[in-house]
């Protein structure tokens, strides 16, 4: 059993982080019009994919010691340069300095959520009830209305979700699954491999198919697929307390540290 410490959550923390840069360069790839953009500041990175994108934050930080305000200074240039909100992602094994140093400049906290690890030792076993296979590059629109779909439950679909899916999608570091029920779309996931860690994300399963073993049997091909490209750990991110941390947990994720997001809005330019 591997033990939790401060060193594997930096791993699992530059994964995250080189991941989100992954996608920029992605996103800058297949979209003449993208404004997606990275500054590595500290140790970590801030990343820019929208001002209303989800993705438009930074990861990784506080894990070079004392965090310096010229750090958060920059960080701030970056999204200000863009006039996003400064969103930070703040590791609870980061250096105590860098929470410190956002109260003091009246950072507002946004949420919280918690990273959970799983050392990968051998190949699942996938279940056969739904055909599962990976997606072909022909049918990812269909597949990111279809997992927007699955998170927002009948709400309006924004144009910047879509794009920020299919760019993941094409990653170079990404296995997208899908499983087909009925003859149509009914779930998929996406698992990315970054330093041997397999980050699991973009997983949704259609209303109508839901409690029908599908979550399930994605997060076990993805594991599966992971395992294939020698990973040694995954990693996931969920809401504290959620179904997803519970169902992450069912199937052998352990909690590895919480994060708190912490944001401010900028002056526009």
């Known amino acids: 059993m591997i033990f939790f410490d401060k060193i594997l959550g930096q791993q699992l923390e530059s994964a995250?982080?080189?991941?989100?840069?992954?996608?920029?360069?992605?996103?800058?790839?297949?979209?003449?019009?993208?404004?997606?953009?990275?500054?590595?500041?500290?140790?970590?990175?801030?990343?820019?994919?929208?001002?209303?994108?989800?993705?438009?934050?930074?990861?990784?930080?506080?894990?070079?010691?004392?965090?310096?305000?010229?750090?958060?200074?920059?960080?701030?240039?970056?999204?200000?340069?863009?006039?996003?909100?400064?969103?930070?992602?703040?590791?609870?094994?980061?250096?105590?300095?860098?929470?410190?140093l956002l109260m003091e400049r009246e950072y507002k906290i946004l949420e919280y959520s918690n990273v959970l690890f799983k050392q990968l030792e051998s190949s699942p076993t996938p279940s056969t009830k739904n055909e599962i296979r990976q997606a072909a590059e022909h049918e990812i629109d269909s597949i990111a209305t279809m997992i927007a779909t699955g998170f927002?439950?009948?709400?309006?679909?924004?144009?910047?979700?879509?794009?920020?899916?299919?760019?993941?999608?094409?990653?170079?570091?990404?296995?997208?699954?899908?499983?087909?029920?009925?003859?149509?779309?009914?779930?998929?996931?996406?698992?990315?491999?970054?330093?041997?860690?397999?980050i699991l994300g973009g997983a949704s399963t259609l209303q109508q198919y839901r409690n029908l073993g599908i979550h399930t049997e994605l997060l076990a091909h993805r594991?599966?697929?992971?395992?294939?490209?020698?990973?040694?750990?995954?990693?996931?991110?969920?809401?504290?307390?959620?179904?997803s941390q519970r169902n992450a947990e069912k199937h052998g994720f352990r909690l590895a540290y919480a994060r708190t997001k912490f944001s401010k809005q900028t002056q526009l330019a």
């Open 223 to 243: 594991l599966n697929h992971a395992y294939a490209k020698q990973c040694k750990l995954a990693m996931v991110t969920t809401l504290p307390g959620s179904i």
């Open 16 to 100: 995250e982080a080189l991941n989100q840069v992954e996608f920029v360069r992605t996103h800058n790839e297949i979209f003449q019009q993208s404004t997606a953009a990275y500054r590595s500041i500290g140790s970590g990175f801030a990343i820019y994919a929208g001002i209303d994108s989800p993705l438009t934050q930074s990861f990784g930080l506080g894990f070079n010691g004392a965090v310096k305000e010229q750090e958060i200074l920059e960080l701030e240039e970056f999204f200000g340069e863009r006039n996003a909100p400064v969103n930070i992602e703040v590791s609870h094994l980061a250096d105590i300095s860098l929470t410190h």
């Open 152 to 198: 927002l439950e009948g709400k309006e679909i924004p144009a910047l979700l879509l794009e920020a899916l299919k760019a993941s999608f094409l990653q170079s570091n990404a296995a997208c699954f899908i499983t087909i029920r009925n003859q149509e779309l009914a779930g998929g996931g996406t698992v990315f491999i970054q330093n041997g860690i397999a």
